[in-house]
Each structure stands twice: as C-alpha cells, then as structure tokens.
C-alpha cells in the first residue's frame, strides 16, 4: 500500500494525489532520536513551490464542498479502516521516528481510528435552521432565515512531533468532513509517520488535491505559508513561543491552537493517596512528559505530602527506562537540545535548595525519570514547561494556596484535584483559571469529543470533534422576504 511513497530512505510528498519529489531537489534529513540512525530524507518544497501547492488546494476545495456530507464520511470511514488495518506498521514507525514507547505508540493510532470514526458519524449530523423574524421587534413574519453550516476554504493545519498522526488528524478530518481542503505541515521529527498518514486519506479515495502535504524547513517557508493570501484558516498545535508568533503574524485569518501547559495536581487531605499517585506518576512521565497535557507538578498539602511522596517515589522506581521497542516506559527525548533544557532547569532546582529525590541521570538525549521535593516558587522548575520526564512537589498549606501558585502561570491548559470532599473539588474547580479541571484523575487530552481548550498561553479557540468542525466551517444565512 505504501510502495509510492517513497524511494529508498527518500520519502516523496502527497501533492495533488500523487507522490512527487520537490523540483528544488533539496531534502531534509531525519535521524531517529533512539540511535541517531537515518530514518529517512523529507522533501524541502520551496515558496515557488508552496504557491503552486495553495493553488492546487483552492481549486479542489470547491468541487470538495459541493460534495454530499454522506460521501465525504463515507471516505473518512474508509480511512478509519485502512489505518486499522496497519496499526503495527505504523506503531513501529512512531517508534524509531519519535522514540515514542510501543504502547503508547500503538495507542495513538488506534485512537486516531476511533477519531476518525466519530468524526464521520458528527458530520452528518451537522445540520442547519430556519429562524423566523417575528420573535424580534420591529419585524413581522414576512422574513426567514435559512442558516447552513459553509466550509472556510483551504484549511493549513501544522501538527506536532509528540503525536503527528493523532494530532495531525485531529485537524484533518473535522476540516474535511466540513468541505475543506487541508494543507498539512508536519513537524520536521514526525513527518515521515504523517506521510504515511496522508498515503491512508489518499487510499480512501479523497480526491486529488483536497489533502497537500508541505514539507519543508519552518525557517524557509514556515511564515510564508502562514501568512498566505489564500489560507483560510490555521490550525496549530506546538509551542507559545511559535503560537504567539503565528497569531502576529496571521493577520484576520482565524486561528485555532493548541499550545503549552504547566499542569498541575492539587492533592488535598482527604484524597485518595494511592489513586493520586497512580495517576501523577502515569501522567507525568507517560511519553517521557512530552505531552502539553502531562502533569507537570504537584501542589499537595503539608498533612499528607510525606505519604504522596513515599508513595510517588515508590511507582517511579518501578519505571523501565531505555528504547521504545524493549518495551520501556520512559525513552529518549525527541532531542538532545530538548534534554539539554530539562538538564537546565534540574540544574537550576538543585542550586535552589530543591531535594533530589531520584534521577537527575541522563545518557545523551534519554533523561531518567526525576522527582524533586521541597520545590519553591523561585525555582524555574515550578513555572517553565520541561516537556520531560521531571516532575516537581510543591508543599503547600491549603487549597487556597494551591489555587493561588496554579493560576499564577502564564499557562492554563488544564489541572487536576485530587480529594474525596465533592465540595472542595468544586471549589477548587472552578477557581482554577484552565481550560479543563479534571477531578480525582490525571490531566490528559480525550475523550475527544469533550471540548479541549487552553486560556491565557495555553492556547486560542476550542477543539474536541464537533467543536472542531464548528471552528472549521461558518454560519450561512440566506433570508427570503416574502410578500
């Protein structure tokens, strides 16, 4: 099924339903953060060539819209089946590509099937209104508005390398079963797996040009792309950093992100320890902590912050470390410059008077999972985002101290509460300045039609299936005044 994709360790792009090579004949190389083995070489499309990309998407998209809804699920259906078909392919190819564990590996593909499942099954069931006028003031019964839901056009969809095929398809799908074309810029570590990704839409029967892929260096065509005259809508998930500098940059065009977090758990002192602990160690070192939504530190009260720990220390030890495909729990970082920041900031907690508990062990770009104790507000360990596998305990008084140090983040993505008072854990709740609380449970992404969202640097706008599809597509009114 992949035959075309690439030629020897040389992957070509989906342009126009067909696997071509850039005219630049200039390619990326990609190693594998495992072994620092060749993976394989991407594409380096030009902006000549970006332009002609763009245009091919804003003809197909016309054609895609007047398709019917049925007819656009029916292929998303057939994706879903075809990427059943090869979840151990492809868990292996996130393996070596992203140094992301087997387990996890396969699950993100196996979700991403569910993903496009519903997402066929929410489409459908899209529908629009009629709105009479004699309600409003002024008005009587002579006007009707017919209301129907309208692609935006050319939808540019740049995912992550933390999970590029789950994360890519959380874009695609809801653009498409919208009427949408996409235009997907993947991650430089990752885009081999959405390559493979496209090749499964492209399988499905999606017609030519409705899903491009643009690879490239971000320093080269990344803001070009971007601010396009002809992108419609923008679909990120990545950094602060880069997000903040997309919306500068993107001028009108309308903007969805996911961005960083700084997670935290709150642990009372009537909460379930075990179940805390359980979940805090799950959600912080789970993909190394290369996730926006790991647990990222633990604010727990003084009463019972010596049992947590013991607790916490106790799972982590139990960890296996080292390559995804011996079946370890916590493997490489995407980088050695991403492990070289995690070093900093244990560095900088350590300077600081924080208490190593265990870690701080690293073997180039693989760090060994790290708990802090005693960590304080003047450490950077307490605010900056590790995207690794260290996790920090804040000691605190009380809950009101809990809330104060989480909102204090430029962040809000989402936090936990940990306790057994229903009160208290809607207290806190609804206190916290985050996009999703979640109580007595990890911080974690899903199921995917809840609405995920971020404030503050955490993001813009609001995802999860049909909210998705919503930010993808508009309002059409139509008023007939009758006589």
Known sequence: MFENISEGTTYKSLINGEWIESTTKKTIEIYSPVDNSLVGKVQAFSKEEVDKIIENSKSAQKAWANKPINERAEILYNAANLLEEHVDELSKILQKEIAKDSASSTSEVKRTVDFIKFTASEGKHLEGQTIGADNFPGFNKNKLSFVTRVPLGVVLAISPFNYPINLSTSKIAPALIAGNSVILKPPTQGAISTLYLAEIFNKAGLPAGILNVVTGKGSEIGDYIVTHKDINFINFTGSTEVGRHIAKIADMVPILMELGGKDAAIVLKDANLELAAKNIVSGAFGYSGQRCTAVKRVLVVNEVAD?????????????????????????????????DFVQELMDDAIAKGAKLLIGNKRDKNL?????????????????EEPFGPVLPIIRIKDMDEGISIANQSEYGLQSSVFTENVNDAFYVAQKLEVGT????????????????????????????????????????AIVLNLK
């Open 307 to 339: 049992e947590l720990v013991k607790l916490i220390e106790e799972k982590v030890k139990k960890l296996v470390v080292g390559n995804p495909d011996a079946g370890a729990d916590v493997t490489p970082l995407i980088s050695n410059k991403a492990a």
């Open 367 to 383: 760090i060994y999972p790290t708990i802090f104790d005693n960590v304080s507000t003047s450490m950077r360990l307490a605010w």
């Open 437 to 476: 609380v979640q109580i007595n449970n990890k911080t974690e992404r899903g199921p995917d039609h809840f609405p995920f969202l971020g404030v503050k640097s955490s993001g813009m706008g609001t995802q999860g299936i049909r909210y998705s599809i919503e930010a993808m597509s508009r309002p059409k």
